[in-house]
C-alpha cells in the first residue's frame, strides 16, 4: 500500500513539475487529457518501469487531484498547487473494481486482494470510492 500511495505521490509531483515548467515557458495550463498521456509515456520509460506495478485507477485519480487543484486555484478558491511530501496525508483512491464483504469485515482492492478491515459501522447503499 506504501508503494501505490509512493506512486501515486510521484506521478502528482512529475505532472506538478511538467506544469510548471509548461507555466514558465508562458503556456497555459494542460487538461487532464494531456496528462493523462504523460501517464502511458512514464509507465512505458525505462527509468520509471516500476510504475506498472501500480494499479492505473489511483495514478488517475491522483492526476485528476491535481486537475481539481488548478481549477481551484483559478477561480480563487484555494493557494497553487504544491508538492506533495512522503509521509503527509498519504493515500490513493480507487473509483471502480472494489467488492465489499461486510459479514467478514473484507474488502477486495485491485492488485491488493483481500484485506481485513475494521467495520465500525455498516456501510449502507453502493460504495463508489474507496480510500
Known sequence: MRRFAGACRFVFNRALARQNENHEAGNKYIPYG???????????????????????????????DLERAYKNFFQNRAAFPRFKKRG??????YPQGVKLDQENSRIFLPKLGWMRYRNSRQVTGVVKNVT
Open 88 to 93: 503527509q496525508n498519504d493515500a490513493f483512491r
Open 34 to 64: 494531456k496528462m493523462a498521456s504523460w501517464l502511458v509515456e512514464w509507465k512505458n520509460a525505462t527509468e520509471t518501469q516500476w510504475l506498472k506495478d501500480s494499479p492505473s485507477q489511483p495514478l488517475q485519480q491522483s492526476l485528476k
